[in-house]
């Protein structure tokens, strides 16, 4: 009997170390798994996120540009209004001119011509 139990506790330690040893497989695949999907997922995430950066920075460009035109027609409009300023405080004529255009009153024998803008 004593055989039989030796030989029955082997089996059983022979079986339990089989099992221990598929149990550390198992959790290093699991941890390799584990491992492997977070690296997926890091690299997912940015790579998903690409396009819409993209989307984003001509978005800005464009408002940039838009902006910078803007900034141009009001110094071009600036630049006008000062020429203008200067050229009524400085020349009593060229303000003559310009009401005459404004209100379209001509001297006598006098033809204005009107062009279309």
């Not at 408002?63 to 006008?80: G, H, I, L, R, S």
Request: net charge positive; proline share 4%; aromatic share 6%.
């Amino acid at each position: 009997m004593n055989r039989k139990r030796k030989e029955t506790l082997r089996k059983l330690h022979v079986r339990h170390q089989r099992m221990r040893s598929r149990t550390e497989h198992m959790r290093t695949a699991n941890r390799l798994g584990v491992c492997l999907l977070l690296i997926a997922v890091c690299i997912a995430v940015p790579v998903s996120a690409l396009p819409s950066l993209n989307k984003v920075k001509e978005t800005e460009e464009t408002y940039e540009t838009e902006w910078m035109n803007k900034v141009q027609v009001a110094a071009d409009a600036k630049d006008f209004a000062n020429r203008e300023h200067r050229a009524i405080q400085q020349d009593p004529s060229y303000l003559e001119i310009k009401a005459r255009e404004r209100l379209r009153w001509s001297k006598p024998d006098e033809r204005i011509l009107v062009f279309p803008k």
